[in-house]
């Protein structure tokens, strides 16, 4: 999806065609995500980012970031890539941040694991000194007593809010987290480069369902406001469905269960409550809705019975 300027100017960061930060979240990560990214670092300076850039791109369209071993890879990544990765590791190498900043592509740089909030944002302020303004951050942990990094989400958070850029989490190979991120307020989630297809759909599934609920989206174009409606959709299936099974637990719990247990006064009193959280559609539109909703659960739950399904 591409963004107008005054998307742009709200702190959106176009990867290729993949706005990041007004919109859906986003999940940068291996097969199966949004983005791609490889990490020259993990080769060990083996592999040139023409080569890795290349191997990515075989059969898949989409935007690829690069992580540079060292600044001999500039001028390849800067050829091949729609990103550049500026590691945890080494996120206060001030001259390779310069030289990455001058390149005038997005730069994801990821918090140190012992950097404060200022040194994170400092690195951004190191790449508008270079001329270029298309920062995302990303919380990448810390190291702590504890085993492996500890995110820290209320960090990230205040990122956001303070630099007005997009923000992501860095999570690894383990998307348990993930509807957590998005919750917080994350504007997409990084996974490792060799991230699994299977963890990509599993972050990607928790950011459009949490999305759905926390984060705000003002569509500008048919098609965007229709994948913002798929978006939700897909929250209010997983509550319809969780919904029938609790419906279908009362009726086996009622001394006389199904339609013929049916109560009016209690449905009446639910919608009303209901068009507290949704005033604008209100009770009188509201209640043929949860009609609807209510006679599936009576319906399904009628047919397990007749089955002998539990
Ligand atoms: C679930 C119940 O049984 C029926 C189904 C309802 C529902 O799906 O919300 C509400 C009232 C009853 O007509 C219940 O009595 O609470």
Redesign the pocket.
């Known amino acids: 999806m591409s963004l107008s300027t005054a998307e742009l100017e709200r702190g959106a960061v176009n990867l290729g065609t993949l706005a990041v930060g007004a919109g859906p979240a986003v999940v940068i990560g291996g097969p199966g995500a949004d983005a791609r990214w490889v990490s020259l670092r993990d080769h060990h300076g083996r592999v040139g980012a023409a080569g890795a850039v290349a191997a990515v791109r075989a059969g898949w369209p989409g935007p690829v970031l690069v992580e540079p071993f060292s600044a001999g890879d500039l001028a390849e990544i800067a050829e091949h890539a729609d990103g550049v990765v500026v590691g945890a590791a080494w996120m206060q190498d001030f001259q390779l941040v310069r030289a990455v900043a001058r390149l005038g592509l997005p730069v994801l740089v990821q918090r140190g694991p012992a950097a404060t909030l200022e040194e994170w944002l400092a690195i951004a302020d190191y790449c508008v000194a270079e001329g270029n303004d298309r920062i995302l951050l990303c919380e990448s942990g810390s190291r702590t007593h504890l085993a492996g990094v500890t995110l820290d989400l209320a960090l990230m958070r205040a990122a956001r809010s303070r630099s007005g850029r997009p923000v992501l989490v860095d999570l690894g190979e383990d998307p348990t987290l993930a509807g957590a991120a998005i919750a917080a307020g994350a504007d997409g989630l990084l996974l490792a480069p060799d991230a699994t297809e299977q963890t990509a759909l599993a972050a990607q599934e928790a950011a459009k369902v949490v999305g759905a609920l926390t984060r705000p989206e003002a569509p500008g174009s048919v098609l965007a406001a229709r994948g913002a409606i798929d978006r939700v959709d897909a929250a209010l299936a997983v509550l319809l469905e969780r919904?029938a099974e609790?419906?279908g637990t009362?009726?086996r719990l009622?001394p006389v269960?199904g339609f013929a247990?049916?109560?009016?006064d209690?449905?009446r009193r639910?919608v009303a409550e209901m068009a507290r959280r949704a005033p604008a559609l209100g009770e009188a539109r509201l209640a043929p809705i949860?009609n609807a909703?209510?006679e599936a659960?009576?319906h399904l739950a009628e047919e397990r019975r007749a089955s002998g399904q539990a």
């Open positions: 919904r609790l419906a009362v009726q009622k269960g247990g049916r109560d009016m209690r449905e639910l949860m909703v209510i659960g009576l």
